[in-house]
């Protein structure tokens, strides 16, 4: 089985990590890709750590689908790497997830999104079991293990 990834903070522009763990690209068993501690709920500006991390990494998203509810509110594009990347929001969906176009791999990466509020050990905590491969936790499970059946 591969192991995770934690995306570096030298990918990050200042050294500023934005707080990605992704499954080994080999991992497809599972409901989520990785996950996502953003800082704050204002998207566009938590995107855009996020993009550069994963261009870092060879990932080319063109859009991102999220739930409205789990954000204030965000423009329809934001321009990123040279390139607009199109926001697709929801009222209805799963507000611990946010889905990525990957235009270079022609697949959807799903993320679960941990509140930013949330303690840093629990942050850590569903960080790391968002990256686990082979876990078949849902997001909302692993952001709330609480709610996970044994």
Do not use: C
């Not at 954000?71 to 997830?97: C, E, I, Q, Y």
């Not at 960080?127 to 849902?138: K, Q, R, Y």
């Amino acid at each position: 089985m591969a192991s995770s990834k934690t995306i570096p903070e030298s990918a990050q522009p200042g050294g500023e990590s934005s707080r990605v763990r992704l499954r080994a690209e080999s991992a497809h068993v599972g409901f989520v890709d990785g996950g996502w501690w953003p800082r704050s709920r204002d998207l566009p500006s938590e995107m855009l750590p996020l993009l550069a991390t994963l261009a870092a990494d060879g990932f080319d998203v063109r859009r991102m689908v999220y739930d409205m509810s789990a954000w204030d509110t965000a423009p329809r594009k934001l321009k990123s790497g040279g390139h607009v990347v199109k926001l697709d929001g929801f009222r209805t969906g799963r507000p611990n997830m946010v889905g990525l176009i990957d235009a270079t791999r022609g697949r959807r990466l799903d993320l679960v999104v941990v509140p930013s509020d949330t303690e840093s050990v629990a942050a850590e905590s569903a960080l790391t079991m968002a990256a686990l491969d082979g876990d078949l936790h849902s997001g909302s499970e692993i952001v709330h293990p609480e709610t996970a059946a044994p």
